[in-house]
């Protein structure tokens, strides 16, 4: 038996997200006794996932992420986790992890507990605590399956100190067949942020308060400074000022960086579920009564042009 745990990569670079489920991972193998399974696709450099708890790092070199549909990926995946005999599976709930885990729960008839915010509390039965209802609540569930997929949210979890431990890379190509889709990937269109949403630390958003696209230099400039993604509302995508891998909210992104400063945005309820995860909330508004600054930990009441040029000026002093 084996814990293994489903590795993305980004045009065969990771980035924290991958770590954060290898630390999820090792962290369950260690409380059952059961060896460290890694695996992802197209990797360019597999041995970068050494000495964060894998045994094994299985590398299906022939196969990208960017370029294999997601039914294929969670087939390939499923013979893989059944000839390593796993009985949990851990994986990012990313934009593919998402996809790809309710197709693997179908093709292993196991169980799967989406959105995991902490370790496992027990694990016969499996008690996981996850966020629901667009992040308003916390549902802790569980699962009396033998075996269980895992999605993690990303920057939820924390990452695992590195060590000297050397595991065993295994480059392999996939050799089964795969299905033959009606549907096939023509195009992908690559976001520019520096930092991803999934992966930031801070996120600095932006909405219409900002009242016109080429206004956005100083937020890129904030940003910059406090090595920080950018975001925006969805009135601001929709509007084609920022683009669309930029939206967090109901129904865009759904982040959990440690500070998000929004500047220029109310607070509707369908943004607030995008970003109440936070663990730090600064609302830059010149209303006071905006429905954001309820949810905030800190708030100013002013106008962005006037605020965030001196926030500018401060840290590029503070820095110097």
């Not at 893989?80 to 179908?106: C, F, Q």
């Not at 084609?240 to 509707?268: C, F, K, M």
């Not at 010149?286 to 100013?300: L, M, Q, R, S, V």
Request: hydrophobic share 40%.
């Amino acid at each position: 038996m084996s814990v293994l745990a489903i590795i993305e990569n980004w045009e065969g670079e990771f980035k924290k997200t991958s770590f954060e489920v290898l630390h999820y991972g090792k962290r369950i193998s260690n409380e059952i006794g059961q060896e460290l399974i890694a695996l992802t696709f197209g990797a360019n450099n597999p041995e970068r996932l050494e000495g964060y708890g894998a045994s094994r790092i299985i590398n299906v070199s022939n196969l990208k992420f960017e370029t294999t549909t997601n039914n294929n990926l969670a087939k390939i995946s499923a013979e893989l986790i059944t000839e390593n005999e796993a009985s949990h599976i851990v994986i990012s709930n990313t934009i593919t992890g998402k996809t790809i885990a309710p197709l693997l729960t179908s093709n292993l008839n196991c169980g799967l507990i989406s959105n995991a915010i902490e370790h496992p509390k027990t694990h016969t039965p499996l008690t996981v605590k996850c966020k629901g209802f667009s992040s308003k609540a916390h549902i802790t569930y569980e699962s009396e399956n033998q075996q269980n997929i895992i999605s993690i949210v990303p920057n939820s979890i924390g990452l695992i100190e590195k060590n000297d431990e050397k595991s065993e890379v295994l480059n392999i190509n996939q050799k089964s067949n795969l299905t033959n889709e009606k549907m096939k990937i023509l195009h992908r269109e690559k976001s520019n942020e520096k930092i991803s949403l999934a992966d930031a630390e801070i996120v600095i958003s932006a909405g219409r308060g900002l009242k016109d696209p080429e206004n956005w230099g100083m937020i890129e400039e904030l940003a910059e400074l406090l090595n920080a993604g950018t975001a925006c509302s969805k009135p601001v995508s929709d509007m084609g000022w920022r683009p669309h891998s930029e939206h967090v909210g109901q129904t865009g992104l759904a982040i959990n960086p440690d500070l998000y400063i929004a500047i220029g945005i109310s607070g509707a309820i369908q943004h607030l579920a995008g970003v109440n995860s936070s663990k730090n909330i600064v609302v830059i508004n010149t209303d006071p009564e905006a429905p954001f600054f309820k949810a905030a930990n800190y708030g100013i009441v002013g106008d962005a042009f006037v605020v965030v040029p001196k926030l500018i000026a401060a840290l590029k002093n503070f820095k110097n």
